[in-house]
């Protein structure tokens, strides 16, 4: 069970480039989640998303777009990369409503995608 | 609106020694609170959570955070500290609006020192 998988793990991006931050989880999670965090400030959300074809902005959204066109996976896009944007990414994924304890069942968390933009 | 407020940005204690990390919340709701910890370059690993069947929860590793409503706070605490400890510790609440988003505190780096 490989849980919830993050592609790149390390990538450094020029300004103005574009890419994805792969997301993809196993375990059948409604509830999925993008997570930016920069040191001292912990985790801010970005985008999340409660099931296929719905997703909503968090506290941090500009720059970045999303799509949820599976259950399992949870593409993150940024079009033009800035140097603020150089953070390191994590998604994260939790069941959602109609799971035994659906209010305090934790996230699960990927490894992360380390991203610099020079 | 609810936040977490974590107490100390950098904590060292000595190997053997009482492990003590703060966090206090705010919510206008029963609160779900949880606690994570994170190695270098690796993901966030849940270490307990608050569900609110005992003010007294015990994790992982042998971590264990109490809920106090009065002073609305979220302690987490080792009787011993070991060296494979040291990593940073995130503490979390759920928010109440039924999309289950977590606040994060800021974080606290744990250093034990041999």
């Known amino acids: 069970n490989a849980g919830v998988t993050q592609t790149p793990k390390f990538r450094i991006l020029k300004i103005g480039q574009s890419m994805t931050l792969q997301c993809t989880q196993d375990?059948?999670?409604?509830?999925m989640y993008w997570y930016r965090q920069d040191p001292g400030m912990g985790l801010k959300l970005i985008y999340y998303?409660?099931?296929?074809?719905?997703?909503d902005k968090g506290e941090v959204p500009n720059g970045y777009n999303v799509s949820r066109s599976t259950t399992e996976d949870f593409p993150l896009r940024l079009e033009l990369a800035a140097p603020s944007q150089t953070s390191v990414y994590f998604c994260?994924?939790?069941?959602?409503?109609?799971?035994?304890?659906?209010?305090?069942?934790?996230?699960?968390f990927g490894d992360g995608t380390r991203l610099s933009i020079l | 609106a609810q936040s977490v407020t974590q107490l100390g940005s950098h904590v060292s204690v000595s190997e053997g020694a009482l492990v003590l990390l703060r966090c206090n919340y705010s919510?206008?709701?029963?609160?779900?609170l949880f606690w994570y910890v994170q190695y270098p370059n690796q993901g966030l690993q849940l270490l307990l959570k608050?569900?609110?069947?005992?003010?007294l929860v015990k994790g992982i590793n042998g971590f264990e955070a109490e809920f106090k409503k009065s002073e609305t706070s979220f302690h987490l605490t080792k009787p011993s500290a070991h060296m494979s400890d040291a990593a940073e510790y995130f503490c979390?609440?759920?928010?109440?609006?039924?999309?289950?988003?977590?606040?994060f505190g800021t974080g606290t780096r744990l250093k034990v020192l041999a």
């Open positions: 994260a994924s939790s069941p959602g409503p109609g799971q035994p304890s659906e209010s305090n069942q934790p996230q699960h």
């Open positions: 998303s409660v099931g296929a074809g719905i997703t």
């Open positions: 919510s206008s709701v029963p609160p779900y």
């Open positions: 375990m059948n999670h409604n509830y």
């Open positions: 979390a609440v759920s928010d109440a609006s039924g999309t289950y988003k977590y606040i």
């Open positions: 608050y569900t609110s069947a005992a003010t």
